[in-house]
Nanobody, 117 residues
């Protein structure tokens, strides 16, 4: 059974930091691109960051050096370190797994991030 379980969301003040984690099981983690997406109320889901099995990463334009995605293939876990958070970063953040050789993909249930004073 495939599972992607996000954690680490919460309420943080502007300028603060959060570290999201996504623990996975049920598939060959090292064979999947891993990513974080987010969706704010009334908005489309958008890519925040993605990382290959080898550690190559790309980010949404809005990240501007504030976030860092990483993965631990031994722990089947992907992380998103978010610094200098802004109110516009408020959204539900979803973990995503995309098979590197095909279309098979999975989503986590999401974790709420709220940036507010």
């Amino acid at each position: 059974q495939v599972q992607l379980v996000e954690s680490g969301g919460g309420l943080v003040q502007p300028g603060g930091s959060l570290r999201l984690s996504c623990a996975t099981s049920g598939f060959t983690f090292s064979s999947y691109f891993m990513g974080w997406f987010r969706q704010a109320p009334g908005q489309q889901r958008e890519l925040v960051a993605a990382i290959t099995s080898g550690g190559s990463a790309n980010y949404g334009d809005f990240v501007k050096g504030r976030f860092t995605i990483s993965r631990d293939n031994a722990k089947n876990t992907v992380y998103l370190q978010m610094n200098s958070l802004k109110p516009d970063d408020t959204a539900v953040y979803y973990c995503h797994a995309q098979w590197s050789l095909g279309r098979e993909n999975y989503w986590g249930q999401g974790t709420q991030v709220t940036v507010s004073s």
